[in-house]
């Protein structure tokens, strides 16, 4: 884990727990867990939208993607996603995972138990459906994702007290889901496969995986 890999950029409020607010002045960049703590101490988001605000009449560019991972989908401890099954689930994919406000403390009618988000790398998207499509697309994949936290306006309430773990990789999420994408295919191809027309016919399903997801992400920009 080398934190310096990193560069993330913030977006924050002038203020905690305030929903109803849209402004988010203050532009930060961190490159350690010291760095990102203050920057996300406050309301904050990590998209770019003109003038600041908050809007998905305003999106320009989002180049992560951050789910929040409550683990309301289970009430058995032993099938919640702890903080550190990330980095197995997401194998080589750099992300930076945080606590929210609410980690191990009751929520509503859920028991404590860990809540938190994660901030993926990925190709810069500048189109707000684009982007909202991508992001239902790895939460349909991994349902434990908030199905309720996708849009291109989200924002996130500060969090004085979090805690930061930094992840380094050399994919992108949507590297990473374009090759997921990729073996689905071949598994699914299985033995309907000729012996002799094998590679030919992986080939040829890799290249219709990865034409699929960029139709499902038109205005994701890949360097």
């Known amino acids: 884990m080398d934190e310096h890999t990193f560069s993330l950029t913030v977006y924050c409020a002038n203020q905690r727990g305030s929903p109803q607010n849209c402004l988010y002045p203050h532009v930060g960049t961190a490159r350690t867990a010291d760095e990102l703590k203050p920057l ?15 809007g ?12 929040d991972c409550d683990n309301d989908h289970s009430d058995d401890p032993a099938e919640w996603i702890s903080l550190d099954d990330i980095p197995h689930l997401f194998p080589g994919v750099r ?6 406000r609410s980690h191990m403390k009751r929520k509503g009618t859920k028991s404590e138990r860990p809540r938190f988000h994660i901030v993926f790398f990925i190709d810069p998207i500048t189109d707000v459906d ?3 499509a991508f992001m239902k697309k790895v939460q349909s994949l991994y349902p434990f994702f908030d199905k309720n936290a996708l849009d291109g306006g989200r924002f996130y309430y500060g969090n004085p007290e979090a805690q930061i773990l930094f992840f380094s990789g050399s994919m992108t ?10 073996a689905t295919a071949f598994a699914q191809l299985g033995e309907v496969i000729p012996e002799g027309s094998r590679n030919t016919s992986l080939y040829k399903a890799a290249a219709l995986a ?14």
């Open 95 to 100: 992300c930076i995972i945080y606590t929210s």
């Open 56 to 67: 998905k009449d305003n999106f320009i560019q989002a180049k992560y993607a951050v789910f």
């Open 40 to 54: 996300v101490a406050n309301d904050h988001v990590f998209i770019q939208f003109t003038g600041n605000h908050r």
């Open 130 to 132: 684009a982007y909202t």
């Open 173 to 182: 999420l949507t590297q990473f889901i374009a090759d997921e994408e990729s």
């Open 210 to 223: 990865i034409c699929s997801l960029l139709q499902a992400v038109p205005q994701t920009v890949f360097l």
